[in-house]
């Protein structure tokens, strides 16, 4: 993965070679490494500044949930993962809460599936909130639909309005759509 790609600290300067030998001194475009004088405002550079960006609001918004999100790691592939095992713990959970017998939210295993189904819901959230659709080009069509039936039992199992709902399963079915034209 090339170090190059990584935009500039905030505060950076955009640092191109000027006619003179110096360096440019204005500020970088919003998610790159150059000023629009500099090849920030290309087309390309746009685009990449956009998936750059988006990159960096997903792995915020898994962070925010306490999830790590190392370095190099693609915060898509990690939502993957954490969205299925999420799914896995909410299904092995559910088996044993119905082997409690009085339901008692003090129980270790009820409180146990309470936050799981807390920890599903506000993931599904996040799937809604970051677009999942405009995403799909750095996704593997297998995570694809790893994501999908994660959220699908996720959604299953967590209390969630109707319009939420409705958003993530379009996201889903359009990045399907889209996986499967590909
Ligand atoms: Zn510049």
Redesign the pocket.
């Known amino acids: 993965m090339a170090h190059d790609d990584n935009p500039r600290p905030h505060g950076a300067?955009?640092?191109?070679r000027?006619r003179n030998g110096g360096r440019?001194?204005?500020p970088?475009m919003a998610g790159q490494r150059?000023?629009?004088?500099?090849g920030?405002s290309s087309p390309q550079a746009k685009q990449a500044a956009r998936r750059r960006l988006e990159r960096e609001r997903v792995s915020a918004a898994i962070r925010r949930l306490g999830i790590p999100v190392e370095g190099g790691a693609d915060p898509l592939e990690v939502m993957a993962r954490v969205l299925n095992s999420a799914a896995r713990d909410l299904e092995t959970l559910r088996d044993a809460v119905a082997e409690v017998e009085v339901y008692d939210p003090d129980h270790p295993v009820v409180s146990m599936y309470l936050e799981a189904v807390d920890r599903a819901g506000k993931l599904a959230k996040v799937a809604a909130d970051t677009s999942l659709a405009e995403r799909m080009a750095s996704i593997s069509e297998q995570n694809i639909r790893t994501v999908a039936d994660a959220v699908r039992r996720a959604l299953d199992s967590v209390e969630m309005d109707m319009a939420t709902r409705q958003r993530v399963l379009n996201a889903v079915a359009r990045e399907l759509r889209s996986a499967n034209a590909a």
């Not at 300067?13 to 191109?16: E, H």
């Not at 150059?34 to 500099?38: L, N, P």
């Open positions: 300067t955009c640092g191109a000027t440019c001194g204005h970088p150059r000023c629009r004088h500099h920030g």
